[in-house]
């Protein structure tokens, strides 16, 4: 018989089938929701065909439905500006929509140094903002924001473990087997993590680099829950598969 820690042990270095629906987890405390998933079943999506933001869980739900996939789960992506523009990069489907924005400033998505998540025929990355673009990685899906959380296994510098910030907080981050790691703390959690403990839970999960999404609007939905009414983004990172085809 498998005990219940070497259960949550298997977990934590990535052994086992993808999960194909959140996961609650709690680590040190804080109860998190998880996706673990190929970076072939990840979009990032900020606009629709016709260059229309898609700012919503349903708007974003429908706008993949109608490219014939099928929407597993949905997530906000990172730091925008007023009018739901985001902060930094964005790359939706090969296109460019928003450039990298290499900027000093305050808040969190300034705090250096910032991050990009991507994706390419290659597989998934987090890399440092000064680091964009790498050589050789055509980029297909993309999202900038900050702080990275991770960046060769190093936490951020300016993270402290005794920090008492503890917010509800988002964030991705790609393991060692090229697995993409989604979490976000839960809304009902005992506590939530500072930046510290944020960038630990992914670490323990198997990662060398993360990145911090964003903060206290952060939500994450599966099945029924993603057609329901949301809150407004920048963007949003989805899982999606293929719809089976009945024979």
């Not at 990032?44 to 700012?55: A, F, N, P, T, Y």
């Not at 964005?90 to 000093?104: A, F, H, M, S, Y």
Request: aromatic share 8%; net charge positive.
């Amino acid at each position: 018989m498998i005990s219940k820690t070497t259960v949550l042990f298997l977990f934590l270095i990535g052994v086992g089938p993808s999960l194909a629906e959140p996961q609650k987890k709690v680590v040190d405390g804080v109860t998190y929701h998880i996706v673990e998933t190929e970076a072939e079943a990840v979009k990032i999506v900020w606009k629709d065909e016709k260059g229309k933001q898609l700012s919503s869980f349903p708007e974003v739900a429908k706008f993949l439905s109608g490219q014939g996939l099928e929407v597993k789960m949905l997530m906000n992506g990172g730091i925008f500006e007023p009018g739901r523009i985001p902060s930094g990069l964005l790359i939706q489907d090969g296109k460019e929509l928003t450039p990298v924005n290499r900027k000093k400033g305050k808040g969190n998505f300034f705090l250096q140094p910032n991050g990009i998540f991507m994706i390419g025929p290659k597989g998934a990355k987090v890399v440092a903002t000064s680091e964009y673009p790498l050589k050789g990685f055509q980029v297909d899906q993309a999202v900038q924001s900050g702080p990275l959380l991770l960046r060769k296994g190093k936490t951020h510098p300016v993270f402290r473990k005794e920090s008492k910030s503890r917010l509800h907080r988002n964030g991705v981050g790609v393991r060692k087997d090229g697995k993409i790691i989604l979490a976000m703390s839960d809304f009902e959690s005992d506590k939530f993590p500072n930046l510290f403990e944020f960038a630990d839970l992914f670490r323990k999960l198997g990662c060398d680099d993360a990145l911090f999404l964003d903060g206290d609007i952060s939500d994450m939905v599966s099945g029924k829950e993603i057609l329901k009414p949301s809150n407004n983004y920048g963007s949003i990172i989805a899982v999606v598969s293929k719809p089976k085809v009945e024979k």
